[in-house]
Protein backbone atom coordinates (compact mmCIF):
# COMPACT_ATOMS: atom_id res chain seq x y z
CA UNK A 1 0.00 0.00 0.00
CA UNK A 2 1.74 3.17 -0.94
CA UNK A 3 1.72 6.35 1.55
CA UNK A 4 2.30 9.80 0.83
CA UNK A 5 6.07 11.12 0.89
CA UNK A 6 6.54 14.79 2.27
CA UNK A 7 9.38 16.84 1.75
CA UNK A 8 10.43 20.66 1.90
CA UNK A 9 10.69 21.09 5.96
CA UNK A 10 13.64 22.87 7.07
CA UNK A 11 14.72 25.63 9.40
CA UNK A 12 13.86 28.96 9.02
CA UNK A 13 13.64 32.27 10.97
CA UNK A 14 10.22 33.80 11.71
CA UNK A 15 8.79 35.68 8.90
CA UNK A 16 10.16 33.69 6.11
CA UNK A 17 8.48 30.60 4.13
CA UNK A 18 8.59 27.18 3.13
CA UNK A 19 6.63 24.97 0.77
CA UNK A 20 5.89 21.43 1.69
CA UNK A 21 4.83 19.01 -1.14
CA UNK A 22 3.34 15.89 -0.76
CA UNK A 23 3.59 13.08 -3.21
CA UNK A 24 0.37 10.41 -3.09
CA UNK A 25 -0.77 7.68 -5.11
CA UNK A 26 -3.06 10.04 -7.40
CA UNK A 27 -6.76 10.84 -7.37
CA UNK A 28 -9.55 7.58 -8.22
CA UNK A 29 -13.19 7.55 -8.04
CA UNK A 30 -12.69 6.83 -4.03
CA UNK A 31 -10.03 9.70 -3.14
CA UNK A 32 -12.10 12.05 -0.78
CA UNK A 33 -9.15 14.59 -0.14
CA UNK A 34 -5.46 15.28 0.73
CA UNK A 35 -4.62 16.80 4.07
CA UNK A 36 -1.92 18.74 5.62
CA UNK A 37 -1.93 18.36 9.24
CA UNK A 38 1.00 19.27 12.07
CA UNK A 39 1.85 17.95 15.16
CA UNK A 40 3.86 20.78 17.67
CA UNK A 41 6.23 18.71 20.59
CA UNK A 42 3.71 18.05 23.83
CA UNK A 43 0.72 18.75 21.79
CA UNK A 44 -2.35 17.15 19.55
CA UNK A 45 -2.14 16.85 16.18
CA UNK A 46 -3.52 19.72 14.54
CA UNK A 47 -5.33 20.00 10.99
CA UNK A 48 -3.61 22.20 8.56
CA UNK A 49 -5.55 22.17 5.36
CA UNK A 50 -7.28 19.89 2.64
CA UNK A 51 -7.84 19.90 -0.78
CA UNK A 52 -9.94 17.47 -3.08
CA UNK A 53 -9.50 16.81 -6.94
CA UNK A 54 -12.16 19.21 -7.55
CA UNK A 55 -10.02 21.79 -6.25
CA UNK A 56 -12.06 22.01 -3.51
CA UNK A 57 -10.10 23.87 0.07
CA UNK A 58 -10.36 24.08 3.33
CA UNK A 59 -7.94 25.77 5.77
CA UNK A 60 -7.57 25.66 9.90
CA UNK A 61 -7.52 28.87 12.17
CA UNK A 62 -3.56 28.60 12.10
CA UNK A 63 -3.15 28.42 8.35
CA UNK A 64 -5.87 30.93 7.00
CA UNK A 65 -4.05 34.19 5.59
CA UNK A 66 -0.69 32.80 5.99
CA UNK A 67 -0.80 29.05 4.15
CA UNK A 68 -2.01 28.09 0.59
CA UNK A 69 -2.65 24.99 -0.33
CA UNK A 70 -2.22 23.62 -4.05
CA UNK A 71 -1.70 20.42 -6.41
CA UNK A 72 -0.68 19.55 -9.50
CA UNK A 73 -2.62 16.30 -10.42
CA UNK A 74 0.16 15.40 -13.14
CA UNK A 75 2.82 14.54 -10.29
CA UNK A 76 0.29 13.62 -7.92
CA UNK A 77 1.13 15.99 -5.85
CA UNK A 78 -0.18 18.50 -3.07
CA UNK A 79 1.95 21.36 -2.16
CA UNK A 80 1.90 23.97 1.07
CA UNK A 81 3.32 27.09 0.73
CA UNK A 82 3.69 28.82 3.98
CA UNK A 83 4.43 32.45 4.33
CA UNK A 84 5.25 34.61 7.24
CA UNK A 85 6.25 31.81 8.87
CA UNK A 86 6.01 32.04 12.97
CA UNK A 87 8.10 30.43 15.56
CA UNK A 88 4.37 28.62 16.88
CA UNK A 89 4.35 27.13 13.14
CA UNK A 90 7.18 24.68 14.56
CA UNK A 91 6.08 21.59 13.99
CA UNK A 92 6.11 18.18 12.13
CA UNK A 93 3.93 18.29 9.32
CA UNK A 94 2.20 15.33 7.67
CA UNK A 95 0.34 14.94 4.44
CA UNK A 96 -3.00 12.44 4.68
CA UNK A 97 -4.30 10.43 2.39
CA UNK A 98 -8.00 9.78 2.50
CA UNK A 99 -9.12 6.67 0.08
CA UNK A 100 -11.06 4.16 -0.27
CA UNK A 101 -12.24 1.13 -2.90
CA UNK A 102 -15.08 1.19 -5.21
CA UNK A 103 -18.20 -1.36 -4.01
CA UNK A 104 -21.10 -1.23 -6.08
CA UNK A 105 -20.49 2.02 -7.58
CA UNK A 106 -19.89 3.37 -3.64
CA UNK A 107 -17.04 4.30 -2.16
CA UNK A 108 -16.55 2.50 0.87
CA UNK A 109 -13.89 1.70 3.44
CA UNK A 110 -12.51 4.29 3.27
CA UNK A 111 -8.95 4.70 5.15
CA UNK A 112 -6.40 7.18 5.74
CA UNK A 113 -2.78 6.40 5.02
CA UNK A 114 -0.22 9.19 6.44
CA UNK A 115 3.49 10.15 5.62
CA UNK A 116 5.98 9.72 7.97
CA UNK A 117 6.10 14.06 8.01
CA UNK A 118 8.47 16.35 7.36
CA UNK A 119 9.77 19.24 10.17
CA UNK A 120 9.40 22.76 10.27
CA UNK A 121 11.53 24.46 12.65
CA UNK A 122 10.94 28.29 12.82
CA UNK A 123 13.58 30.43 14.90
CA UNK A 124 12.54 33.90 16.31
Known amino acids: TQVPVESGGGSVQAGGSLRLSCVFS????????ISWYRQAPGKEREFVSS???????IYGDAAKGRFTISQDNGKKTVYLQMNNLKPEDTAMYYC??????????????????WGKGTLVTVSS
Open 96 to 113: EEARGSQLLGACVNRQDY
Open 26 to 33: GYTLCTWD
Open 51 to 57: INKNDLT
